[in-house]
Structures are given as C-alpha cells and as structure tokens.
C-alpha cells in the first residue's frame, strides 16, 4: 500500500516540523530510502548534512511525508512501508 494521505515537498526545501512516516525519491520517482521520526525538518537536515549517506548517491528528490503523531504507529507504518517499496538506501 503507498503512503496516504500524504504531502510532497522538494528534497532541498522546507518541511513541516512533525512527527510521521517519509520517503525520500529519486528524481526518476523512485522510492531510495523510508523513515520515520518526531520531526521531519530536523531529520531531512540530518540527511542533507550527512553527505556520505547512500541516499546521496542515489539522487534524493523529494520528500513523500504521511503524518503520524503516535510512536508506535509510525514505526509500524514505516516497517509495511519498507516491506513495500524495498528502498536501496535502507538497510
């Protein structure tokens, strides 16, 4: 099932300073990487500053955010997410 619900934003711009479940794209719309977190802001610049990250060889486009305040519920979502899309940046 793909993200629901879900807002789309620029790798390389602003996001929202919420919890929730992400994929981040490549520029052909392919899924590189799928995480969850309590801030998404502060995680896409975590990713952007960590330059030796796989995600960099692979193109990151665009952030896909599906927002979740429960804890719980995120990692859940981000595991059936992963199942899913099989993303070459995770893992």
């Given at each position: 099932?793909?993200?629901?619900?879900?807002?789309?934003?620029?790798?390389?711009?602003?996001?929202?300073?919420?919890?929730?479940?992400?994929?981040?794209?490549?520029?052909?719309?392919?899924?590189?990487?799928?995480?969850?977190?309590?801030?998404?802001?502060?995680?896409?610049?975590?990713?952007?500053?960590?330059?030796?990250?796989?995600?960099?060889?692979?193109g990151?486009?665009?952030?896909?955010?599906?927002?979740?305040?429960?804890?719980?519920?995120?990692?859940s979502?981000?595991?059936?997410?992963?199942?899913?899309?099989e993303?070459?940046?995770?893992?």
């Amino acid at each position: 099932m793909p993200f629901t619900n879900s807002y789309n934003f620029p790798f390389g711009g602003d996001q929202p300073t919420i919890g929730g479940v992400y994929g981040i794209t490549d520029h052909g719309g392919d899924m590189i990487f799928i995480g969850q977190t309590d801030n998404l802001e502060e995680e896409i610049k975590k990713h952007k500053a960590n330059t030796g990250h796989k995600i960099h060889e692979l193109g990151p486009n665009k952030v896909i955010f599906e927002a979740i305040k429960d804890e719980a519920a995120r990692s859940s979502r981000a595991q059936l997410l992963i199942t899913e899309f099989e993303p070459k940046a995770n893992g």
